[in-house]
């Protein structure tokens, strides 16, 4: 399993990650992203990998 979190401070919400990772990404009430599985494997890593490697301000964190 993986861990995923975000970096709340360092997100800006240019919205990248729930865009290529709609199932572990969401956005809040201003754009920011949230994480809506915390504990991914599979598909769901992949998803979570994609949204890390596409985030700017690299505020997402992954961790087995």
Partial sequence: M??????AERCVGHGRCYTLA????DADEVGHSIVRIAEV???LARQAVA???N????????SR
């Fill in 2 to 7: 993986t861990h995923v979190s975000v970096d």
């Fill in 51 to 53: 949204g890390a490697e």
């Fill in 22 to 25: 709609p199932d572990v990404f």
């Fill in 41 to 43: 494997s599979g598909e």
């Fill in 55 to 62: 985030c700017p301000e690299q505020a997402i964190t992954l």
